[in-house]
């Protein structure tokens, strides 16, 4: 197989060809350039030729094609909340696609219950567009929603609103329309069949799920079709704190195997210190508004809100692990038993506690990104792994013992450790998290807003920190693998053909030359194409 790395392609000629297809919506400046080479973590990468902007799938099926006809590589760029390498080109022979500029949402159809929405819609887009409906996606988005998108979520696979019950984003797709990297445009599910409603994922090989998890390495998503369900009627939440990592995933783990929980999250003290997502409900004013209109009456609604504007995040430090958690029902009867044995489950382990967090999260899901920043302007990023939950006793204790032993490690250069722990359907999920000092990107000013990173505008670079986060990530990851996770997100960051079976990645090489013979098709990601991953 040819891979971008050996065809060659006159730059000048692309771009002019790129400019006929895509107008302005084609920029190859070299701001535009440098700042398409940086993620969440990994910065000043390989630059792109340029930027493709697409508006609509026709216009980006062309500018496909014509990338592939010149020997241009295509890298596939969502909200760009990723730390993965996932939308950084491998090559400097690269055209990046940020699909942002396809967000119509198609089709809300009740009767059959499917939404159908174009890649570059944000989960905030989509959540909007079914206002009213009393209708919702199983998965319904990430925390950082307002930025991240329907096309990136299915690329690198998501979970957090609605996961502990309905699983990844995966979970909730019936298909997709992707453009090879020939410019063919294929929709899979129903919605390929001629005469069809996209309504199932059914009627033959599932094609869908090919294109789910793929890190854009098969294709270039233009569109999803997500099914619907009857939204909960009745919603509460509750907290619980706990002495102990150990005592606080067997709550989570024994609260999953009865689908007792819509989404919830387990936190260390330090998270609770250093998140600035979790330390929003310290900004009592703000969240007042949106606390009063969640409650299930106005006057408990503003009790609600008073004890969240008093109360802060510092009852959260009270505790070594905490653990947040939303509860659905379809009417108040069945929200009381099922809240009634949550209870009965958290006090097994733990004590209950406020619930503000839940509670506030909830209020405004899709609030502005702040996370990607500690409290105080902190570089931040996570590694996780994915587990059986039979497996979540000997995770935590391995996990707990590999970073005990790393302790000097960290505080040599001046790293904080959190972790984060969450069930997923029927799995069992943890991340830590990495918090040093570090010169704020333009990615991270642009995503959080200039208002609020300005204090740390000039704070210096400090790559000897950033290569020992590095260095904690691929020991954690190399960690999670020996204990028998897996990785969502695998770009060119996690383990991948290292780790499958031979046959397996012959299946996978064997897909990736059928649809991308060339290797044009963002390379490196999944191992394919490229040296640069594992």
């Not at 567009?129 to 998108?149: C, E, F, I, M, Q």
């Not at 390929?192 to 090919?210: I, V």
Request: with cysteine.
């Amino acid at each position: 197989m040819q891979t971008a790395q050996t065809l060659n392609s006159d730059s000048s000629a692309v771009t002019r060809q790129l400019q006929d297809v895509l107008g302005a919506n084609y920029k190859n400046d070299d701001e535009t350039r440098a700042y398409y080479s940086n993620d969440v973590f990994w910065q000043s990468g390989t630059r792109p030729l340029g930027v493709a902007m697409p508006e609509d799938a026709d216009s980006a099926a062309r500018a496909v094609a014509t990338c592939s006809q010149s020997g241009v590589a295509i890298v596939p760029r969502g909200g760009g909340m990723s730390y993965t390498k996932g939308y950084l080109p491998a090559v400097s022979s690269a055209v990046v696609f940020d699909m942002r500029g396809l967000n119509r949402v198609i089709e809300v159809n009740e009767d059959d219950l499917f939404i159908t929405v174009e890649s570059g819609c944000t989960w905030a887009e989509v959540n909007a567009a079914l206002d009213g409906t009393g209708l919702r996606t199983g998965y319904w988005g990430p925390l950082s929603g307002v930025n991240a998108t329907v096309g990136g979520a299915l690329s690198q696979n998501s979970a957090f609103f609605g996961s502990a019950r309905n699983a990844t984003v995966a979970d909730s797709v019936i298909g997709v329309e992707v453009i090879l990297a020939d410019g063919a445009r294929v929709t899979t599910g129903a919605g390929g069949r001629q005469g069809a409603k996209p309504f199932t994922r059914e009627g033959g090989p599932d094609l869908t799920g090919l294109f789910l998890g793929d890190n854009g390495a098969l294709g270039l998503k233009t569109a999803a079709t997500l099914r619907l369900w009857p939204k909960p009627a009745a919603t509460d939440y509750l907290s619980f704190g706990f002495e102990t990592m150990a005592d606080m995933a067997a709550v989570q783990v024994g609260l999953a195997r009865e689908r007792l929980v819509s989404e919830g999250f387990g936190i260390d003290r330090t998270k609770a210190s250093h998140s600035a997502s979790v330390n929003r409900i310290s900004d009592g004013l703000k969240t007042l508004g949106n606390v009063v209109r969640g409650g299930k009456t106005f006057v408990s609604g503003l009790k609600d809100a008073a004890a969240v504007a008093t109360g802060g995040a510092s009852f959260l430090k009270a505790h070594n692990f905490t653990l947040h958690l939303v509860l659905e029902a379809r009417n108040d009867d069945e929200l009381k038993t099922s809240m009634a044995r949550a209870r009965e489950i958290g006090a097994e382990h733990g004590v209950e506690i406020e619930n503000s967090v839940p509670k506030v999260m909830r209020s405004k899901p899709f609030s502005p990104v702040r996370g990607m920043l500690g409290l105080e302007g902190e570089r931040w990023v996570p590694i996780h792994g994915v587990f059986p939950l039979g497996d979540w006793k000997r995770v935590v204790e391995a996990n707990d013992a590999f970073f005990e032993e790393r302790r000097a490690f960290l505080e040599k250069h001046g790293i904080v450790y959190s972790v984060m722990t969450m069930t997923v359907g029927g799995e069992f999920f943890i991340e830590p998290a990495f918090y040093w000092h570090d010169e704020i990107t333009d990615l991270h000013a642009k995503s959080v807003g200039e208002d609020t990173v300005k204090a740390w505008r000039d704070r210096p670079a400090n790559p000897a920190a950033r290569d020992a986060v590095a260095q904690l990530r691929s020991e954690t990851q190399d960690l999670y693998i020996s204990l028998g996770g897996v990785n969502w997100q695998v770009a060119r960051d996690y383990p991948f053909k290292s780790v499958l079976k031979p046959e397996t990645y012959a299946l996978l090489s064997a897909i990736k030359a059928a649809v991308d013979p060339h290797g044009l098709m963002n390379p490196g990601s999944l191992g394919l194409g490229s040296d640069d991953a594992r």
